[in-house]
């Protein structure tokens, strides 16, 4: 939370509802959009806010060419050599990518428009491994 700026968060490639759903519950007041290709995933999640009553939540389908302000959460969306391209054009000035990845993982190389805020490391339950999630600021070139 600490890396919001305004009030938007976004779900990239939301699956099941992991972080953007989670992060909706614990944050009332902070508007999240759930972005999900997939109409099967779409309508499970439809049916999890729906059923939670969670009126902070916006689902919509692949995530429009437009500036987005604010945090983009991306957790397994696609490979982060595939995803800093697809989010420079869709990320505005100042905005946060958080990117998840596992402990193994290689630390991405991401164009110069991204700078490395902050990597946190931490271990799933039940012995499922450790992972990390890294905070870049979007900060383009002015021209």
Do not use: W
Not at 36 to 46: A, D, G, H, T, V
Not at 127 to 135: E, H, S
């Amino acid at each position: 939370k600490r890396f919001l700026k305004g009030n938007r968060v976004y779900d990239l490639g939301s699956g099941a509802g992991f972080p953007g759903l989670v992060f909706s519950i614990r944050n009332p007041k902070i508007r999240v959009k759930l972005y999900e290709k997939l109409l099967k995933k779409q309508n499970f999640l439809s049916a999890v806010v729906g059923q939670l009553k969670l009126e902070n939540v916006e689902i919509r389908g692949s995530m429009p060419e437009e500036k987005h302000e604010g945090l983009i959460l991306a957790r397994a969306v696609m490979p982060p050599p595939e995803l800093f391209p697809f989010l420079e054009k869709r990320m505005a000035k100042s905005s946060v990518l958080i990117v998840n990845l596992g402990s193994q993982a290689e630390e991405p190389n991401p164009p110069k428009a991204f700078l490395k805020k902050e990597e946190i490391r931490y271990a799933l339950p039940l012995d499922c491994g450790d992972r990390r999630a890294i905070a870049y600021e979007y900060v383009p070139r002015e021209t």
